[in-house]
């Protein structure tokens, strides 16, 4: 089993950067896909990134500000994310996936990240 743990989570002010990763636990991130979700108090789990391979995709609210990546060597996936803003408030969460599928098996159990205006 591959059990992410992310790590990188913070209070900052809004404008600034912040970078979460996330490295598995108990397994390795190879033949899988990664992505980044997030849940701000009350609202629904979103979808932020996904890196699969190569292939990146975000969401409209985040591309252009927010980069995943991927080390292949130290087996970890980071989410570097600037020009934060208020709205970015949420616990962001990592999650795991067979990469030949859309569905995730392995979820983390989450950073806080606190933006401040």
């Known amino acids: 089993q591959v059990q992410p743990v992310e790590s990188g989570g913070g209070l900052v002010q809004a404008g600034t950067s912040l970078r979460l990763s996330c490295a598995p636990s108990g397994g390795t991130f190879n033949k899988h896909a990664v992505g980044w979700f997030r849940q701000a108090p009350g609202k629904e789990r979103e979808f932020v990134a996904r890196?699969?391979?190569?292939?990146?995709s975000y969401a409209k609210s985040v591309e252009g500000r927010f980069t995943i990546s991927r080390n292949n060597v130290l087996d970890t996936v980071s989410l570097q994310m600037n020009n934060l803003e208020t709205e970015d408030t949420a616990v962001y969460y990592c999650?795991?996936?067979?990469?030949?599928?859309?569905?995730?098996?392995?979820w983390g159990r989450g950073t806080q990240v606190t933006v401040s205006s």
């Open positions: 890196i699969n391979w190569g292939l990146t």
């Open positions: 999650a795991a996936g067979p990469s030949i599928t859309n569905d995730y098996t392995y």
